[in-house]
């Protein structure tokens, strides 16, 4: 599904960030990417997502078969791509409900769809934000404007699920969670798993991988897959750390 | 100074009535015109619109037969080149209106001093032209020797509006025509009056609107005044709005500038009375090669009065803008608490603006502020709304109209709300 071969990445100053990076994802699988702060874990996920910030100087990034190098970010949205951000960025003036629905028809001119109707849209967000445990009231405010540190999180989930991508790039959607936080973000992480979706999931802990259960652990470290494994290697690191490897 | 006389006329001689209106304009000489060159907004073959009480009768006829999209049946005072209408108009009980021309003896010479001690002298009319002690004067003077007729519109005491009362200003422009337009309103006390003031340019060519509205609001008065600024045929407007308060009095000015060669918008507010407030705030989209001046004072001359100053503006294209933004504190005006805050969107990268926040204080007891912003999209932002899938265009579009949507978003009147709300969003072309 997503293939990575020989990735090179340099941001606008010409920093090399990501060196020779190989990964591939294939349809239903959860990967999970730990690493040191510093590894290149964020850019990698931006890159998928297609941040106009880096610079790719080799290396090919493909989806679905098809090149991503080119492709607009939208345009890889619509092939059914999606980044939770790390740090998702403040919109005032834009609600979350207003968002998700221009998300949503956007897309669905991308794919040369109707619009869906308000109905089905309401549906949606009731169904998703019944998993999540949002309050319909939440979704009116503008988009993660004066929301805590969680709620963001789980606002991108929620939008994960509204857009029911193929593949999602969680990064550190973990982070700043409470325990209870955690288990819902799983729910709605495994809720779009039972459908084929594919994740990339990068994390600094263990904790996230007992409630979404990976089926490969990526160590990247200085822009490089040093080791590569299964759901084991994680509980390794939180052990030993990263100078185990 | 020149006063408001009809019946002198200007002892100057010159050719053209083009040299002579463009001898007498500020120039970017002058400090409170130093972003804007009229000069380059005045068309050359200018001419100052004709002194006469008789209108286009085609043109009224035409309107009280089809009707207009900005002429609703009630509740509407409409005046054609400067001449009241009173067969499309629809005024209000507790509304008088009643012009200013031809009373002999209105002392219109007399101007109030700024404390404004003789506010009771509502018989003699003396409130006309007070404000002009102020700055800023020159295009002001040149509307007060020119225009067709001033008009006072008198707010009864008590008076209080069911819905808004639209106040629409026509111009027939048969020519390039410089025009002028003077009104005073007087809120008498407890009066709570909201008024939506539109133009409509009937000609074809771009003309110049000089407006000039005085506003005295009396004890307890409270004003709501909204100005649609949109104007299709490369006109320029400038707007001069002066407001005096007495004590309780709250007065709120919102602008809404969407197309025009150039508009320039004076509005200068001075708080005469304890507890008074003023709230001036606007909302722009400046596209093409338009110009937009927003020139603010706020004068707090007694003490326990509150002030704020907000402007949002996005500029497009090769358009440019200027905001300047005073707030006075007179010495004793103690407790005083003023703000003001200006944002600008630049969407293009041959767009351009000049903001100029202004503080002069001279109490020592106070709360003021002052915040400005220039700034382009967010890249961060916009990243984020493509990789949800929105296109590049859409999103755009989309922030533009959530920076614009903040002051919007605040009125309180639905209908005006709504129909400004369409208006920007029909506006916003990336």
């Keep these: 599904m997503l293939k990575i071969k020989n990735l090179n990445v340099s941001t606008e100053t010409d920093v090399s960030i990501l060196k020779n990076l190989n990964l591939n994802v294939n349809q239903g699988e959860v990967h999970a990417i730990m690493g040191p702060n510093g590894s290149g874990k964020s850019t990698l996920a931006s890159v998928i997502a297609g941040d106009p910030k880096y610079v790719i100087k080799k290396g090919g990034v493909s989806f679905l078969n098809e090149n991503l190098i080119n492709l607009d970010p939208e345009e890889r949205a619509a092939m059914g791509l999606f980044l939770s951000f790390q740090y998702p960025v403040e919109i005032p003036g834009i609600s979350l409900n207003n968002f998700i629905k221009t998300a949503l028809n956007q897309k669905q001119k991308a794919l040369n769809l109707k619009p869906l109707s308000a109905k089905k849209i309401l549906e949606k967000i009731k169904e998703n934000a019944e998993i999540l445990k949002i309050d319909l009231e939440f979704i009116k405010r503008s988009v993660n404007v004066g929301f805590s540190g969680g709620e963001k999180k789980r606002a991108e989930i929620f939008q994960m699920l509204m857009l029911q991508p193929r593949l999602s790039i969680l990064d550190e959607t973990d982070s700043g969670l409470d325990i209870d936080a955690l288990k819902i973000v799983a729910k709605g992480v495994n809720s779009l798993r039972n459908k084929k979706s594919s994740f990339i999931i990068i994390t600094h802990y263990q904790r996230l991988l007992d409630y979404i259960k990976p089926d490969f652990v990526h160590v990247l470290s200085n822009g490089k897959i040093i080791k590569s494994g299964g759901a084991e290697i994680a509980k390794m690191l939180e052990e030993k750390g990263y100078d185990w490897i | ?430």
């Design chain 2, 1 to 430: 100074m020149i006063g408001f006389k009809k019946n002198v006329k200007p002892r100057f001689n010159f050719e053209k009535e083009s040299d002579f209106i463009l001898d007498f304009l500020p120039t970017i000489k002058n400090e409170d015109w130093k972003y804007t060159n009229l000069k380059k907004y005045i068309p050359k073959s200018i001419s100052i619109q004709p002194l006469t009480t008789k209108c286009n009768e085609a043109l009224l006829g035409s309107l009280k037969k089809n009707g207009h999209e900005k002429l609703p049946k009630k509740n509407v005072i409409f005046f054609l080149d400067g001449v009241f209408q009173k067969d499309l108009s629809d005024v209000p009980s507790g509304v008088k209106i009643e012009q200013l021309n031809g009373v002999e003896n209105t002392v219109l010479s007399l101007y109030l001093n700024k404390t404004g001690a003789n506010f009771n002298t509502l018989e003699n009319n003396s409130y006309l032209g007070f404000s002009s002690f102020l700055k800023n004067t020159r295009l002001v003077e040149l509307n007060s020797y020119l225009t067709n007729s001033p008009y006072l519109l008198t707010f009864k005491k008590s008076y209080k509006n069911t819905g808004r009362l639209k106040i629409v200003h026509g111009f027939s422009n048969q020519n390039s025509f410089f025009n002028q337009n003077r009104l005073l309103f007087i809120l008498e006390k407890e009066s709570n009056v909201l008024m939506h003031e539109e133009i409509i340019n009937f000609g074809k060519d771009g003309a110049v609107f000089n407006m000039v509205s005085e506003f005295v609001c009396l004890e307890n008065a409270f004003l709501d005044f909204f100005t649609t600024q949109n104007d299709l045929t490369q006109s320029s407007l400038i707007n001069t709005i002066f407001c005096t308060q007495q004590k309780n009095s709250s007065s709120n000015f919102n602008v809404f500038s969407l197309n025009g060669r150039l508009i320039r918008n004076n509005i200068l507010v001075d708080l005469l009375g304890v507890e008074s407030s003023a709230n001036v705030v606007g909302t722009s989209l400046v596209k093409s090669s338009d110009h937009l001046d927003n020139f603010i004072t706020i004068s707090h001359l007694v003490e326990n009065c509150k002030s704020n100053q907000f402007f949002k503006s996005v500029y497009d294209d090769c358009s440019s803008g200027s905001f300047c933004g005073k707030i006075y504190v007179e010495k004793g005006a103690q407790q005083t608490e003023a703000f003001q805050q200006n944002n600008n969107l630049m969407v293009s990268k041959a767009a351009s603006v000049n903001a100029k926040p202004q503080l002069e204080i001279f109490a020592d007891d106070v709360v003021c502020s002052h915040g400005c912003t220039i700034g382009a999209i967010d890249e961060d932002v916009l990243f984020y709304l493509r990789s949800r899938g929105i296109e590049e265009k859409e999103a755009i579009s989309l922030l533009i109209s959530a920076f614009l949507n903040e002051l919007i978003s605040n009125i309180e009147n639905d209908e005006i709300k709504i129909e400004l709300s369409k208006l920007f969003l029909k506006n916003i072309d990336v």
